[in-house]
T-cell receptor, first 115, second 109 residues
Framework: ETGVTQTPRHLVMGMTNKKSLKCEQH?????MYWYKQSAKKPLELMFV???????ENNSVPSRFSPECPNSSHLFLHLHTLQPEDSALYLC??????????????FGAGSRLTVL | GQNIDQPTEMTATEGAIVQINCTYQTSGFNGLFWYQQHAGEAPTFLSY??LDGLEEKGRFSSFLSRSKGYSYLLLKELQMKDSASYLC??????????WGAGTKLIIKP
């Protein structure tokens, strides 16, 4: 256990479905992130929330909608996805604003398959 | 632009030493990270280098040369549990990490 918990671990959905991924961190961090990980590709940063405010949106399609109700919880709402959206979605948290390296703590990911 | 290169896959023998290289091109430099990711698990932090030289942490060491845009991760006395992907990353100008595609390390008995 890393202190960052993601649910569900696996999700299969059709292109017309609506589902949500959930992330919860128990580390007292002030920043949370969504990353997409596809096979043999670099991690792609999708969204960043710092003190519950979205600070990054890396040109992510609107079919992905993030929500951060408080500094411990992060959601990724999914609707009308495409098969190419099938990937591992990783949540991470960090403590920003301190000295030294901004180390990310990741959850184990949600494996998404879009049929 | 910014770019990170690392080998796609490497194979090594249990008990041996392996060096995983990473080269990067960035407009500025704010350090370099190495993470380990076992299959189906979360990436976990291994090391952070901001100054040139070698930093040792038990069986794992990380080296940085800022003038060459180069780093390596050195793993000694390899164990089967070291089979994993090793990810190299550098922060961009907004301090968000730019990642390499990862090096899959296969350890054979």
């Amino acid at each position: 256990e890393t202190g960052v918990t993601q649910t569900p671990r696996h999700l299969v959905m059709g292109m017309t479905n609506k589902k949500s991924l959930k992330c919860e961190q128990h580390l007292g961090h002030n920043a949370m992130y969504w990353y997409k990980q596809s096979a043999k590709k670099p991690l792609e940063l999708m969204f960043v929330y710092n003190f519950k405010e979205q600070t990054e949106n890396n040109s992510v399609p609107s079919r992905f909608s993030p929500e951060c109700p408080n500094s411990s919880h992060l959601f990724l709402h999914l609707h009308t996805l495409q098969p190419e959206d099938s990937a591992l979605y990783l949540c991470a948290s960090s403590q920003e604003g301190g000295t030294g390296a901004n180390v990310l703590t990741f959850g184990a990911g949600s494996r998404l398959t879009v049929l | 632009g910014q770019n990170i290169d690392q080998p796609t896959e490497m194979t090594a023998t249990e008990g041996a030493i392996v060096q995983i290289n990473c080269t990067y091109q960035t407009s500025g430099f704010n350090g370099l990270f190495w993470y380990q990711q076992h299959a189906g698990e979360a990436p976990t932090f291994l090391s952070y280098n901001v100054l040139d030289g070698l930093e040792e942490k038990g069986r794992f060491s990380s080296f940085l040369s800022r003038s060459k845009g180069y780093s390596y991760l050195l793993l000694k006395e390899l164990q089967m549990k070291d089979s994993a992907s090793y990810l190299c990353a550098v922060p961009d100008s907004n301090y968000q990490l730019i990642w390499g595609a990862g090096t899959k390390l296969i350890i054979k008995p």
